[in-house]
Structures are given as C-alpha cells and as structure tokens.
C-alpha cells in the first residue's frame, strides 16, 4: 500500500468540487437568501462519483482510508480556494470593476482607416 495522499481521489474530487461550485453559481445560490433543498441535492450529486472513485482506491488495497481522505481533501480546498479566488467580484455583492476593458488608457485611439 502506498502512503501518499490518492492522486485519483485528489483529481476526481478537485473536478466534481469545480461541478458543483460552477453550478451553485449558474443556479445563483451564492446571491439566494433561501435555496431551495433540491439545488442542494444537485450539488451533492457530482460527489457521488467522486466517493465512488475515492472508495474504489482503498477497496483494491491501493491506498489507505486516510490517504484517500487527505486526497480528497487537498483537491476539494485547492479547488474551492481557486474558485472564490477567481470568481470573487461575481460571487460577493461588493461592486467591482468588472469592466477591465473599457478602461481609458493614456495613449491616443489607433486611426482605422476604411477603403473606399
């Protein structure tokens, strides 16, 4: 047995955290103030599979439970972190500038040219 944390249960686990953060924000469950039980449950379901994968790695005697657990945990926080890292201005009812290009810059507009 290896005493690593589980690449797999890191990977899959990583990836259906993403799923499910990526429809809890399709579903605007981040700006509700009452959700609904059934967008819980369809949050919950990508991680099914990523049980599944995670418990298939200690049932073939490839890692150990903690192993497994300590994978599933580095990918779900590095991924959840990432997450709220990035889409932070979008989550949170902070006004940001969402618009980076419409900034004005110092340097006079490029003159388009048109063929007649």
């Not at 945990?73 to 500038?97: E, L, Q, V």
Request: proline share 6%; hydrophobic share 40%.
């Amino acid at each position: 047995q290896r005493r690593v944390h589980g690449g797999h249960s890191s990977s899959i686990f990583a990836s259906m955290t993403l799923i499910s953060l990526q429809m809890a924000f399709v579903l605007g469950m981040f700006r509700d103030k009452d959700p609904k039980a059934w967008k819980f449950f369809l949050l919950f379901l990508p991680h099914i599979l990523s049980c599944w994968v995670a418990g298939s790695r200690t049932l073939d005697y490839r890692h150990n439970y903690d192993d497994v657990l300590a994978g599933a945990c580095i990918g779900s926080i590095i991924t959840a972190a990432s997450f709220f890292y990035r889409f932070r201005p979008y989550i949170s009812n902070t006004p940001y500038d969402l618009d980076h290009d419409t900034k004005q810059s110092s340097e006079p507009p490029v003159p388009t040219y048109t063929s007649y």
